[in-house]
């Protein structure tokens, strides 16, 4: 797991520990020094913690003027055991939506599991970004299964297209951009 490292091609235009408004503003960081574990495995030092014992993240771009932001995720996201939802909507999410942000692009090709409880955070963030999203690219088809299971679909845009993304290969306005018409295109079908 320490070989997994948050995607860094975008480096160049946005660093959240460089970013005033972000939650991990002044964040110093070790290239080499492993101290965060997910289930005893150390994980790479570029990795957020965000208060859970199973999930981290990196905020990998953030637009303020479109209100607009990329998180890439890792590890077990638990709402069973650890309520990894109230991490992410209190230590992350409420700080990026008081800074302007609406429309959430979370990806989640490192995201191993998913354990569902209540959805309350979930229709909490939902109702509080007015006419924002919160779309879900490329997470694990069993991943996915617990989110419809969980019912959290209403809440969060996953699955068709969205899952089929070669996100790397676009910088943060095209992806933004992309996703955005796909759920616009959703939303008037």
């Known amino acids: 797991m320490h070989d997994i490292e948050p995607f860094y091609a975008w480096s160049n235009l946005y660093n959240s520990s460089e970013d005033i408004h972000s939650p991990f ?3 110093a960081y070790s290239e080499t020094e492993c101290t965060n574990s997910v289930y005893n495995y150390f994980i790479h030092p570029l990795w957020d913690e965000m208060g859970s014992a199973t999930l981290y993240m990196k905020l990998l771009y953030s637009d303020y003027q479109r209100g607009f932001c990329v998180i890439e995720f890792l590890g077990e996201w638990n709402d069973t055991l ?5 991490y992410l909507k209190r230590n992350v999410v409420e700080i990026l939506m008081d800074a302007g942000i609406r429309k959430f692009i979370l ?4 995201v191993l599991n998913f354990h569902a409880d209540d959805d309350s955070y979930y229709q909490e963030w939902f109702d509080e ?3 924002g999203w919160i779309a879900c690219l490329n ?3 069993h991943v996915l299964e617990e989110i419809h299971r969980g019912h959290l679909d209403y ?18 306005l095209q992806l933004y951009t992309l996703v955005e018409n796909l759920i616009k295109k959703r939303l008037t079908a």
């Open 25 to 27: 503003f002044g964040r």
């Open 82 to 86: 650890y309520n990894d939802i109230m």
């Open 107 to 110: 990806i989640g090709e490192n």
């Open 129 to 131: 970004i007015e006419d």
């Open 139 to 141: 997470f694990r088809s």
């Open 155 to 172: 809440y969060l845009a996953t699955g068709g297209q969205l899952n089929q993304l070669n996100w790397r290969t676009l910088n943060p």
